[in-house]
């Protein structure tokens, strides 16, 4: 079905059940999915979140200013952008991290023709940093870089096979959408990405479609074409 996509993984999904620190038994969990993709032709990009090591919002009232609480959190989405690289790298598929904000040589400065020869040869390019401004989420800088790279699909890997009515692990009566629009994901309320990351992909036609990442095979089946999670689209 793709040829091209970004995968956005929250910080949390990173950090295990807890969804705190790094948990090397995810981190190679999903290498080893990725690295499968990559290997069967997709180019992939990655935009990981840093929720399970700071997350700027949340620091606001315990003395933390928004705009140095939002760097920090750029700089944890630079931390569990390099993990997962090496796990990747492990499984034999090259990945190269790149940052919003000059930050060699831990990392790569962005570029978007550099990003796509990375993919182009077989490597994956995990894209950190955010959009490197503060008052922006990382859905927000997934959906921008979707958009710049060219992808097919902007895939939002989450712990819940696809957006609901309500949050399914609160309300047992949620009932999940095989496919909605943009406007109808707006106007219900839907909060699986912020209203920027919506009105970026809405603007760019870009489909999201909202999957389990925990479930082995999810990815793999995904873009093999068999219908998994929720498509988002314009």
């Known amino acids: 079905m793709y040829k091209r996509v970004l995968l956005k993984l929250s910080g949390e999904s990173l950090g295990g059940p807890a969804g705190k620190g790094l948990e090397t038994e995810w981190l190679e969990k999903y290498a080893k999915e990725i690295a499968s993709a990559a290997k069967a032709g997709l180019q992939i990009a990655i935009v990981n979140g840093g929720g399970n090591i700071f997350r700027g919002l949340q620091g606001v009232g315990k003395g ?77 800088g997934a959906a921008l870089r979707a958009l710049e790279i060219g992808a097919d699909a902007l895939l939002k890997g989450t712990r819940v096979d696809g957006v609901y009515t309500a949050d399914p692990e609160k309300d047992p009566t949620a009932t999940k959408y095989d496919e909605l629009s943009f406007d109808e994901a707006i106007s219900k309320h839907l909060k699986v990405m912020d209203q920027t990351a919506y009105a970026l992909c809405s603007d760019g036609k870009m489909p999201i479609i909202v999957f389990d990442m925990n479930a082995t095979g999810n990815l793999t089946k995904l873009l093999s074409g068999e219908k998994v999670g929720t498509l988002v689209h314009p």
């Open 64 to 140: 933390f200013d928004r705009v140095d609480g939002d760097k920090m959190g750029m700089l944890a989405t630079v931390i569990n952008s390099l993990a997962l690289s090496m796990f990747i790298k492990a499984e034999g598929v090259d990945a190269v991290v790149f940052t919003s904000t000059p930050m060699e040589p831990h990392a790569k400065y962005y570029m978007r023709d550099d990003a796509v020869k990375v993919m182009e040869r077989g490597g994956v390019a995990l894209i950190a940093g955010g959009t490197g401004n503060p008052f922006f989420t990382t859905d927000s």
